[in-house]
């Protein structure tokens, strides 16, 4: 499979059981990938999965599948409103090199500039030099580190802080 055929699109509440699939799939098969747990996602009620929908949320479906997920969370202070953090970066494991990873992103940020986002911003693990040389690809600088930002089985693992500018 490739990342042909697939389309992206910004979900909205009635398909919440597309979501709760795919960041089930992406904390269950991934852990040491995101800072949330599949414990404390599992247990959500229905109404806290659309609830979690109130921020934009873009799925890529291939054959109605949902096969990759990422997320937008604005900044709500007036002052910094023009920043906003990717979240729940995930494409199943299949599909990573075919360019789907690359769409993902860039649909959250042409989403991103038409509420005018100026500054993309996200938070990878240190341990994930993959996944920090796809966002340096994809102009994305590093900005800061937070040491031990996650506990991962008693582990302390840096966070990686990059961002980039949606404007000149």
Known sequence: MD???TTIRHIQADEVEAFR?????????????????????????????RNRLNEPV??????????????LLRQRSSKMAHR????????RRNLRGTGLAGK?????ADHARDIGILQL?????????????????????EIGRIPGGVLEEGRE????????????
């Open 3 to 5: 990342g042909s055929g």
């Open 21 to 49: 699939r795919i960041r089930l799939e992406a904390l269950r098969t991934e852990p040491s990938l995101f800072a949330s747990r599949y414990e404390d996602w599992e247990v959500l009620s229905l109404e806290e999965w």
């Open 58 to 71: 873009f799925i890529a479906f291939q054959d109605g599948e949902p096969v990759g997920i990422t997320g």
């Open 84 to 91: 906003a953090t990717i979240i729940m970066v995930y494409v």
């Open 104 to 108: 993902l992103l860039s649909a959250v």
């Open 121 to 141: 911003e996200l938070f990878v693990s240190a341990e994930n030099p993959a996944a920090i040389r796809f966002y340096q690809r994809e102009g994305f600088s």
């Open 157 to 168: 693992i840096d966070d990686v802080m990059m961002a980039r500018r949606l404007v000149g």
